[in-house]
């Protein structure tokens, strides 16, 4: 759904390499104190499986995250909501492949909403 094509795209070109940044660097910034410390591997004899264990506190990392897919979650419902009206008001000039886009989208966005209950629970 691109309405503004040459800003959309002198957009993307200034932004792209700042994105791929945040996205190395913010990660390793908010985890560090994980890489830093001991972990080790704890055998589960009910799951019959291996947990990753730490010795660092995690709750500022869980608190990022928590925030972190909230926003996600809420620019995925605004894009939505937006795909939805522009399907409803123009739908005899949207193509298959965006309906199909649209349908992904969705999709995504209720797998986002089920990872977020089950993060928050």
């Given at each position: 759904?691109?309405?503004?094509?040459?800003?959309?795209e002198k957009?993307w070109?200034r932004?792209?390499?700042?994105?791929?940044?945040a996205?190395v660097?913010?990660?390793i910034t908010?985890?560090?104190s994980?890489?830093?410390s001991?972990?080790?591997?704890?055998y589960v004899?009910?799951?019959?499986?291996?947990?990753?264990k730490?010795?660092?506190?995690?709750?500022?990392?869980?608190?990022v995250?928590?925030?972190?897919?909230?926003?996600?979650t809420i620019?995925?419902?605004?894009t939505n909501?937006?795909?939805?009206?522009?399907?409803?008001f123009?739908?005899?000039?949207?193509?298959?492949?965006?309906?199909?886009l649209?349908?992904v989208?969705?999709?995504?966005?209720?797998?986002?909403c089920?990872?977020?209950?089950?993060?928050?629970?």
């Open positions: 759904m691109m309405i503004f094509v040459n800003s959309y957009c070109r932004i792209f390499p700042w994105i791929l940044i996205i660097v913010f990660p908010q985890t560090w994980i890489a830093t001991n972990s080790y591997y704890l004899e009910k799951l019959d499986g291996y947990l990753a730490t010795v660092a506190d995690v709750t500022g990392i869980l608190d995250l928590l925030t972190f897919m909230g926003v996600i620019l995925t419902m605004s909501i937006l795909a939805i009206i522009r399907l409803y123009l739908a005899d000039r949207i193509t298959e492949v965006e309906k199909n649209f349908f989208s969705f999709v995504a966005f209720v797998i986002q089920i990872a977020a209950g089950d993060t928050v629970s």
